[in-house]
T-cell receptor
Framework: KNEVEQSPQNLTAQEGEFITINCSYS?????LHWLQQHPGGGIVSLFM???GKKKHGRLIATINIQEKHSSLHITASHPRDSAVYIC????????????FGKGTKLTVNP | GAGVSQSPRYKVAKRGQDVALRCDPI?????LFWYQQALGQGPEFLTYFQNEAQLDKSGLPSDRFFAERPEGSVSTLKIQRTQKEDSAVYLCASSSAGTVSPLHFGNGTRLTVT
C-alpha cells in the first residue's frame, strides 16, 4: 500500500462544477503539500498546510490530522484548471523526504 | 532569477554516456531537493541538501547517481554510465526551510537514454 493515496485518479467535469480531490496518508507528517502540474510543464505549489484550512482564490485545501486525510476543492471550475493535481507529504519520521501521491488528472470541459 | 532554473531542458544521451544536470535555486534558499519523475508517475525523492550539506541521499537509485552543491547554491546531479531505465524527468526544487515551507520547482530536465 502506498503511503499516499489519491482519489480519483481521473476526473472529468463541466465548466462551473465544484471539484473535490482527496488524499489519504498512512504516516505521521509535519506538512502536506498540494501541487499542480500542467502537461509538459513544471510543478507549481498550491498549498502547504499542517492543520485546518487554507483558501486561495477558487482553491480551498483542508486537512484532518486525526483522520490523516486532506481534500483539495476547486469552486467554479474552468478549463484552465485542467492539470494533474498531486498530494505530497513530508516529515514522516523527521525526514525531509517528500512522498508523493500518483496524482489526479483533472479535465474541465467548456 | 525569479524562479528555480534547470538546464538543459532536454537531454538525449546514448547508453553508457555520463550526463550532468544543473539546478539554480532561488537565491537564498537553504534547502534543495532532486526528484525523478518517470512517465505517467508521480515524482520520487532522490536527494536533499541543506546549504552545501547533503543530508539525505537515500533515494538515489544506484552508485551511478551523484549530486553535489559545493557552495550551497547551484547543484549538479550527475549520472554516470546512463542506462535506459534512467530516462525520466529530473526535477529540482528549493525552499527556505525544508519541506515545512512552500517548495518552488524548476521546469525539469527531460532525459532520454537511447
Amino acid at each position: 500500500k502506498n503511503e499516499v493515496e489519491q482519489s480519483p485518479q481521473n476526473l472529468t467535469a463541466q465548466e462551473g462544477e465544484f471539484i473535490t480531490i482527496n488524499c489519504s496518508y498512512s504516516v505521521g507528517i509535519s506538512a502536506l503539500h498540494w501541487l499542480q502540474q500542467h502537461p509538459g510543464g513544471g510543478i507549481v505549489s498550491l498549498f502547504m498546510l499542517s492543520s485546518g484550512k487554507k483558501k486561495h482564490g477558487r482553491l480551498i485545501a483542508t486537512i484532518n490530522i486525526q483522520e490523516k486525510h486532506s481534500s483539495l476543492h476547486i469552486t467554479a471550475s474552468h478549463p484552465r484548471d485542467s492539470a494533474v493535481y498531486i498530494c505530497a507529504v513530508s516529515g514522516g519520521g523527521g525526514s525531509e523526504k517528500l512522498v508523493f501521491g500518483k496524482g489526479t488528472k483533472l479535465t474541465v470541459n467548456p | 532569477g525569479a524562479g528555480v532554473s534547470q538546464s538543459p531542458r532536454y537531454k538525449v544521451a546514448k547508453r553508457g554516456q555520463d550526463v550532468a544536470l544543473r539546478c539554480d535555486p532561488i537565491s537564498g534558499h537553504v534547502s534543495l531537493f532532486w526528484y525523478q519523475q518517470a512517465l505517467g508517475q508521480g515524482p520520487e525523492f532522490l536527494t536533499y541538501f541543506q546549504n552545501e550539506a547533503q543530508l539525505d541521499k537515500s533515494g538515489l537509485p544506484s552508485d551511478r547517481f551523484f549530486a553535489e552543491r559545493p557552495e550551497g547554491s547551484v547543484s549538479t546531479l550527475k549520472i554516470q554510465r546512463t542506462q535506459k531505465e534512467d530516462s525520466a524527468v529530473y526535477l529540482c526544487a528549493s525552499s527556505s526551510a525544508g519541506t515545512v515551507s512552500p517548495l518552488h520547482f524548476g521546469n525539469g530536465t527531460r532525459l532520454t537514454v537511447t
